[in-house]
């Protein structure tokens, strides 16, 4: 047997294994809701900021207590059903408490890193928490579990077919100077796949399409360009993964990067536009 044969079918395995222990979990949180859910949440975005500052440590000065704590407040602010304004003011106020820590390092260490420590402490809020938050927020919906379930079927459905895809098939590199292995026929397996999860979805639960179409259609686009997004991250900081947390895909930030743009994008057409 062809030795990338076997590497190629234990990766699947291992991927397989890991992949469906975590798919437990969401889908668990889901059904569950509730306190359920945002203990998933809660888990799932604190693992993740971690590794995103640890990126961001190669390059700039971040504070990551003020990021996760700003995070947990985010988070319990959705729980507890506060307002969308109510979250965007808790957000709001963050860079002031960066500065805050920035003031007294100044007049005590006569050194500060204001500028660089308010971008990425902000950034990892907005780029990681406020998605989750978003989630949290949609479960609250009385659609919420089927929108949620769809979410997360059509932004896996598409990581599953353009892997396996890209692989087998792929030819025609995507973006080689930042993710070297994605081809252009990985990333329409993946499109493809996210649609056709949708539409059977929309079809078991008889839910009319358009919705369900237009939410797998997203996740197939965004969600492969926040997965390239998420690469250049790693590229720029000289990491492979930004985690080793879960075997066969790296850590909490690598799993779920294509998630935080559907999320974003879910939350801003079926929470404010279609509302």
Not at 28 to 50: D, Q
Not at 144 to 156: K, P, R
Not at 223 to 228: A, K, R, S, V
Request: glycine letters at 10%; charged letters at 10%.
């Amino acid at each position: 047997m062809d030795p990338s044969s076997r590497t190629f079918g234990s990766e699947i395995i291992i991927r397989a294994l890991s992949g469906a222990f975590v798919v437990l979990a969401i889908l668990g949180g889901i059904l569950l809701g509730g306190i359920y859910w945002s203990f998933i949440v809660t888990l799932i975005t604190m693992v993740s900021l971690w590794e995103f500052y640890n990126l961001l440590s190669v390059k700039v000065k971040v504070t990551r207590g003020i990021g996760f704590i700003s995070a947990l407040l985010l988070i319990a602010a959705a729980t507890l059903n506060f307002s969308s304004a109510a979250i965007l003011a808790i957000t709001a106020l963050i860079p002031f408490l960066v500065l805050c820590i920035e003031i007294i390092r100044r007049q005590m260490l006569q050194s500060s890193h204001a500028i660089f420590n308010m971008g990425g402490t902000l950034v990892g809020l907005i780029f990681i928490a406020l998605p989750w938050t978003f989630l949290v927020l949609l479960r609250a919906e009385p659609w919420g579990t089927m929108l949620l379930i769809t979410l997360f079927a059509c932004t896996w459905s598409c990581d599953i077919t353009a892997y396996l895809v890209g692989v087998r098939w792929g030819r025609t590199y995507l973006c080689e100077n930042v993710s070297p292995k994605k081809t252009w026929e990985g990333f329409a397996a993946g499109v493809a796949g996210s649609l056709f999860c949708a539409g059977l979805l929309a079809f078991a639960w008889q839910f009319p399409p358009f919705p369900l179409l237009l939410l797998g259609l997203l996740c197939g686009l965004a969600g492969q360009i926040g997965d390239l997004g998420e690469s250049l991250l790693k590229r720029e900081a000289g990491v492979k993964d930004a985690g080793k947390l879960i075997p066969g895909h790296g850590g909490m930030l690598d799993r779920f990067d294509s998630i935080l743009v559907n999320a974003t994008l879910a939350f801003l057409i079926f929470e404010v536009i279609w509302h």
